[in-house]
């Protein structure tokens, strides 16, 4: 079974400053893996996600993340946060290959950026 | 796109109870899931839907929870009696196929308490 550590329940920045939200996950098999954000009062949204190929994922809003095997992580990092960024962040690992269907989530990271 | 649609937003109810929370899924999705969230023991799956059918309820924590999905664009989940540990935000999400890979798109969710 595959299960995800996410190390910090709470990391507070200034707006501007770099961030990294730390996710490391244990599975014996290949995986997927994803970044989901929750903004207050609202259900989850995907952030971006790995499959396979490029390590590197990038999504819309300036977050990146690298798939790093050899580590077991996948650390979600932003050069320059913005207030907006402030929400709860969640890392989430599946079983890669096949009909998979269930994803295994992190408890969760809240990220509050201060002026 | 009116996304993932739940009721109620919120409720209020004492021990004893039942309690039927409701989800629509985005128009066609074929795979419905069923989350429970809470602070202790963070996003948890509780069951899941392909085609209307259930395919994995292991997640359902006891007799006095049941789902249901008598169409593509209907669910409940019932906790009958409800306890006050069944406190928690539960989330209703969809996607296309069978497949984890597939972005799982969440509704906002329905706080329950139970006095």
């Known amino acids: 079974a595959q299960s995800v550590t996410q190390l910090d329940s709470q990391v507070p920045v200034f707006e501007e400053a770099p961030v990294e939200l730390r996710c490391n996950y244990s599975s014996s098999v290949s995986v997927y893996l994803f970044w989901y954000v929750q903004y207050p009062n609202q259900g989850l949204q995907l952030l971006l996600k790995?499959?396979?190929?490029?390590?590197l994922v990038e999504s819309i809003n300036g977050f990146e993340a690298e798939f790093n095997k050899s580590q077991t992580s996948f650390h979600l990092r932003k050069p320059s946060v913005h207030i907006s960024d402030t929400a709860e962040y969640f890392c989430a690992v599946s079983k890669g290959g096949g009909s998979n269907y269930k994803l295994t989530f992190g408890k969760g990271t809240l990220l509050t950026v201060n002026p | 796109d009116a996304g993932v649609i739940q009721s109620p937003r919120h409720e209020v109810t004492e021990m004893g109870q039942e309690v039927t929370l409701r989800c629509k899924p985005i128009s066609g999705h074929n795979s419905l899931f069923w989350y429970r969230q809470t602070m202790m023991r963070g996003l948890e799956l509780l069951i899941y839907?392909?085609?209307?059918?259930?395919?994995?309820d292991s997640g359902m924590p006891e007799d006095r929870f049941s789902a249901k999905m008598p169409n593509a664009s209907f669910s409940t989940l019932k906790i009958q009696p409800s306890e006050p540990r069944d406190s928690a935000v539960y989330f209703c999400?969809?996607?296309?196929?069978?497949?984890?890979?597939?972005?799982?798109?969440f509704g906002p969710g329905t706080r329950l308490t139970v006095l």
């Open positions: 999400a969809s996607s296309i196929g069978q497949d984890s890979k597939a972005t799982q798109y």
């Open positions: 839907f392909n085609n209307n059918v259930p395919i994995d």
């Open positions: 790995y499959l396979s190929g490029s390590t």
